[in-house]
């Protein structure tokens, strides 16, 4: 079954607001990852959190990993039109992702 | 994007016929692996490969086979398909750094 699960489903955000979107997962993992998917297209890399990380930025992206909670959450900052895709996370052990269902995140102008 | 692609990208065919997806990259990664994607479910892992002629199966492997005879080429076989094999098939690569890199997508349709 899958690992992932995202929360919410959707959101509308005005640009230049900051998006967040939740992650939880059932089981032990060795990294955490986040992918956008721009409609119609292939999964893209965002991100990559180790189990023995807490946070990590990269670029207007922040990531944080609470494993005793199980879960995970992305910031976006200052979210641009272009931000307009869905999201997934998904846990990673032993070399293999298990995703949840998404984020789709829509960006207003 | 990484050196992945997928053939064809879109395929039409008829239940029961066998149907035959080509991933191929040219980074040279060890690990490989066949997902689809279907509204509500995310992707789910059919098989992947750790290296040549080594595969295992993933959470949704029933009615699909796979090879590797090459590091560059992993082929996804669905045998007989059926009209719930319709969807978006994604191969992915994967090297020493555990993050995996995605290919454009195969749209499948089974009639």
């Known amino acids: 079954s899958q690992q992932g699960e995202e929360d919410p489903q959707a959101l509308s955000i005005q640009e230049g607001e900051n998006a967040t979107m939740n992650c939880s997962y059932k089981t032990s993992i060795n990294n955490l990852q986040w992918y956008r998917q721009n409609s119609g297209r292939g999964l893209v890399h965002l991100i990559l959190?180790?189990?023995?990380?807490r946070e990590k930025h990269s670029g207007r992206l922040r990531v944080t990993l609470d494993t005793s909670k199980k879960s995970s959450s992305l910031l976006i900052t200052a979210s641009r039109a272009a931000d307009t895709a869905s999201y997934f996370c998904?846990?990673?052990?032993?070399?293999?992702?298990?995703f949840g269902a998404g984020t789709t995140v829509t960006v207003r102008a | 994007d990484a050196g992945i692609t997928q053939s064809p990208r879109h395929k039409v065919t008829e239940t029961g016929t066998p149907v035959t997806l080509r991933c191929h990259q040219t980074?040279?990664?060890?690990?490989m692996y066949w997902y689809r994607q279907d509204p509500g479910h995310g992707l789910r892992l059919i098989h992947y490969s750790y290296g040549v002629k080594d595969t295992d199966k993933g959470e949704v492997s029933d009615g699909y086979s796979v090879s590797r005879s090459k590091t560059e080429d992993f082929l996804l076989t669905l045998e007989s398909a059926t009209s719930s094999q319709t969807s978006v098939y994604f191969c992915a690569i994967a090297g020493a750094r555990e993050t995996q890199y995605f290919g454009p997508g195969t749209r499948l349709l089974v009639l």
């Open positions: 980074e040279n990664h060890r690990y």
């Open positions: 998904a846990a990673g052990t032993d070399y293999k992702l298990s």
């Open positions: 959190i180790r189990s023995n990380e």
